[in-house]
């Protein structure tokens, strides 16, 4: 039985470290081609596919981060709608416990 806990033991840091070379090596040059193909969009002219592309994806940078904006400030209205019904919660249960103290 101890024999297979060491065996697993070393298959375990074995297949950690193969998986960590491969996935090292993969990532490297994925990054590579993602920074190649991204200079070559910035070096594309404005009329052709890739600098439309570029274009568009800028477009879409922007109304994301405007969108971001929008709900931020929704929510903060909503916030400041529920920090009111509470308030007013409050004081009418303020009320209401005024009456009946007052009544018992």
Known sequence: MAN???????????GSIFGGIVGGLVGSY????????????????????????????????RSSDLSIEDA????????????????AAREQLSHVNGISEDHQ
């Open 72 to 87: 931020r400030q929704g929510l903060e209205e909503k916030i400041a709608e529920l920090n009111d019904a509470i308030d």
């Open 30 to 61: 994925l990054a590579t081609r993602l920074e190649d193909q991204s200079d070559a969009e910035e070096d594309a002219p404005e009329g052709s596919i890739e600098g439309t592309l570029r274009g568009a994806r800028r477009l879409l940078r």
């Open 4 to 14: 297979q806990g060491d065996r697993f033991l070393g298959g375990f840091i074995a």
